[in-house]
């Protein structure tokens, strides 16, 4: 009979960190579908030979996330972070702006904000002569619908994608104004691209020669 192994138990050879590597085509083989791995550390390369054209970019795509998992959306977060120190009125071309109130749960009461909505970030201030946001919600990945809440037939009903970050419930003075909102909230956020498509669109540049 032959011999039965257990490969879930088997222990890796060794180990790569990729964070901060640098992963591309490779043609110094002569071969297709190779790409290179350089990690940060070392000097060591790595020449890797998928099977396929579509394997290679599964691959790609795989070791793109694992090289930049905390720097993606830098330049992102920098400009909010900018965005929130200034007064709502020098925010430029925003998505929407005015009034809502937000409940706060804490106090079970709705709170009104002066709010501005600009590139899927909703920045909430006191006031509209306020210096700076007091407050912001990062809207990546929410989904935005109408909604009632307690005693109101209309609020805007913002849900996280995942259940470890908030719902927040929003509403304006009237449900006409509610539907702007909710309008302009969802192309907001649509206008960042999800990761793998933005993974998708580079590896679709890639030299017409490695494609299948």
């Known amino acids: 009979m032959p011999e039965i192994t257990d490969e879930g138990r ?9 964070e901060g590597a640098d992963v591309g085509l490779d043609d110094s083989l002569g071969k297709p579908f190779v790409f290179r791995c350089h990690p940060l550390s070392g ?12 394997d290679m970019k599964r691959w790609l795509e795989a070791m793109e996330r694992a090289i930049h ?3 993606q959306n830098h330049v992102w977060v920098d ?4 965005n929130s120190n200034l007064p709502p009125l020098a925010v430029k071309n925003p998505d929407c702006l005015g009034l809502l109130n937000k409940m706060d749960k804490s106090r079970d009461a709705w709170v009104q904000h002066y709010c501005i909505l600009k590139d899927g970030c909703l ?5 509209i002569r306020a210096t700076h946001a ?8 929410y989904m935005v619908r109408e909604q009632p ?6 609020t805007i009903e913002l849900r996280p994608p995942s259940d470890e ?5 929003l509403c304006s003075d009237n449900s006409a104004e509610n539907k702007r909102w909710i309008m302009s909230l969802k192309a907001s956020i649509k206008k960042w691209l999800p990761l793998h498509q933005a993974l998708q669109d580079y590896v679709n540049r890639l030299p017409e020669e490695t494609r299948m």
């Open 10 to 18: 088997r222990r890796a050879l060794s180990s790569v960190k990729l």
């Open 43 to 54: 000097q060591r390369i790595y020449l890797l030979c998928a099977t396929s054209n579509q």
């Open 69 to 71: 998992p905390i720097t």
């Open 79 to 82: 400009v909010t972070r900018h």
């Open 123 to 127: 920045y909430l201030y006191s006031g």
């Open 134 to 141: 007091h407050g912001g919600i990062y809207l990546q990945g």
């Open 149 to 154: 809440y307690g005693s109101k037939k209309s």
């Open 165 to 169: 970050f908030k719902t927040f419930y």
